[in-house]
C-alpha cells in the first residue's frame, strides 16, 4: 500500500526567508505523480506544485521549487521569500498513474510565516 | 468559472441520523471525488463517482455511500451517523481521463459535527 509520511508537524520561518518541508512516500509503482497542496484557514485545498515521476527535472512554481529524489522516496518542498500569506496546512498528496482523484496524502505540516 | 462548490459549509446532526452533503464539479470535470478529513489529520479518501457509477472505494464502511447525476454533481450519504464521523468532507473533482491531467480541484468543504 501506497503511504506517505511528513514529519514535521509544525514549522515557522521569518518573513523573507527560505523554508523547507520535508515528505516521503513508499510505493512499488514506477508511475506516479507527487503533490504539494495548501490548506489555509479557510480550508480550501489549494494545489501549489505538482511532479511527475518519470520527470527529472525538478518541478517549479515562482517561489515553491521541490527537490525530488526518487530513488530516497524524497519529496520535499522549498518555499522562498516567505510571505505572511504562506501561512497554512501544507500536505504532501501521492496518486497512482493510472488513477484520478484517488490522493493519498500525508498528515500535514503546519506552517507560520512571523514578520 | 465557479470552481468546485458544496453545500452545506456547516452542518450539525445527532447521533443515528442521516445527512446528505452536496457537491458541484468544476467546469468541463467529469470525476468527483469524496475526502473526509478528520481534526489536524490529511484527508482520507472516500469514493470515486465517473459516469453515474461508483468507480474506487476507500476504506469506509457501507454507511457511507453517494451519487452522480447526469450534469456531474455529486452527493455524499452517510447513515446512522457517530461522534466518530464528525469531520470536514471534500470534494474534489477531477478533468476526463483522455485529457491525462491528474490535478484534482477542491471545493471549501462542509464541515460536519455530529453531537
Known amino acids: 500500500a501506497q503511504t506517505v509520511t511528513q514529519s514535521q508537524p509544525e514549522m515557522s520561518v521569518q518573513e523573507a526567508e527560505t523554508v523547507t518541508l520535508s515528505c516521503t512516500y513508499d510505493t512499488s509503482e514506477s508511475n506516479y505523480y507527487l503533490f504539494w497542496y495548501k490548506q489555509p484557514p479557510s480550508r480550501q485545498m489549494i494545489l501549489v506544485i505538482r511532479?511527475?515521476?518519470?520527470?527529472?527535472q525538478n518541478a517549479t512554481e515562482n517561489r515553491f521549487s521541490v527537490n525530488f529524489q526518487k530513488a530516497a522516496k524524497s519529496f520535499s518542498l522549498k518555499i522562498s521569500d516567505s510571505q505572511l500569506g504562506d501561512t497554512a496546512m501544507y500536505f504532501c498528496a501521492f496518486i497512482h498513474g493510472g488513477s484520478q482523484g484517488n490522493l493519498i496524502f500525508g498528515k500535514g505540516t503546519k506552517l507560520s510565516v512571523k514578520p | 468559472d465557479a470552481g468546485v462548490t458544496q453545500s452545506p459549509t456547516h452542518l450539525i446532526k445527532t447521533r443515528g441520523q442521516q445527512v446528505t452533503l452536496r457537491c458541484s464539479p468544476k467546469?468541463?470535470?467529469?470525476?468527483v471525488s469524496w475526502y473526509q478529513q478528520a481534526l489536524g489529520q490529511g484527508p482520507q479518501f472516500i469514493f470515486q463517482y465517473y459516469e453515474e457509477e461508483e468507480r474506487q472505494r476507500g476504506n469506509f464502511p457501507d454507511r457511507f455511500s453517494g451519487h452522480q447525476f447526469p450534469n456531474y454533481s455529486s452527493e455524499l450519504n452517510v447513515n446512522a451517523l457517530l461522534l466518530g464521523d464528525s469531520a470536514l468532507y471534500l470534494c474534489?473533482?477531477?478533468?476526463?481521463?483522455?485529457?491525462?491531467?491528474?490535478?484534482?480541484?477542491f471545493g471549501q468543504g462542509t464541515r460536519l459535527t455530529v453531537v
Open positions: 474534489a473533482s477531477s478533468p476526463p481521463r483522455h485529457l491525462m491531467n491528474t490535478e484534482a480541484f
Open positions: 511532479q511527475e515521476a518519470y520527470k527529472q
Open positions: 467546469s468541463g470535470h467529469d470525476t
